[in-house]
Nanobody, 124 residues
Framework: QVRLVESGGGLVQAGGSLRLSCAAS????????MGWFRQAPGKEREFVAG????????SYTDSVKGRFTVSRDNAKATVYLQMNSLKPEDTAVYSC?????????????????WGQGTQVTVSS
């Protein structure tokens, strides 16, 4: 089991910045692909950004490209989301996700873990 705890959310004015952190504990951080998702009121949860184990590959949803940066520190078992030039439409609960794919003789097993989420509110 992997436990994920997010921090860094809050209230910020449009154009401001926040840095979210997601600290992992429990089973090894090794091999985990990490992602950030968000869910605004009345909307479905959407993918925001992701990063592979080495940090050498990242992905972003189009609406945050050029404004958000995902990174990780494997020694600290922590993934970050730097959010700049925030907009009111970025307001949501941001959740951290970890995935590990295990290949067994019976086939692949995907372990999927979620944090409790942190609220980000951007005022206009």
């Amino acid at each position: 089991q992997v436990r994920l705890v997010e921090s860094g959310g809050g209230l910020v004015q449009a154009g401001g910045s926040l840095r979210l952190s997601c600290a992992a504990s429990g089973r090894s951080f090794t091999g985990l692909t990490m992602g950030w998702f968000r869910q605004a009121p009345g909307k479905e949860r959407e993918f925001v950004a992701g990063i592979n184990w080495s940090g050498g590959s990242t992905s972003y949803t189009d609406s945050v490209k050029g404004r958000f940066t995902v990174s990780r520190d494997n020694a600290k078992a922590t993934v970050y989301l730097q959010m700049n030039s925030l907009k009111p439409e970025d307001t949501a609960v941001y959740s951290c996700n970890a995935k590990r794919l295990i290949i067994t003789t019976q086939g692949p097993i995907e372990n999927d873990y979620w944090g409790q989420g942190t609220q980000v509110t951007v005022s206009s």
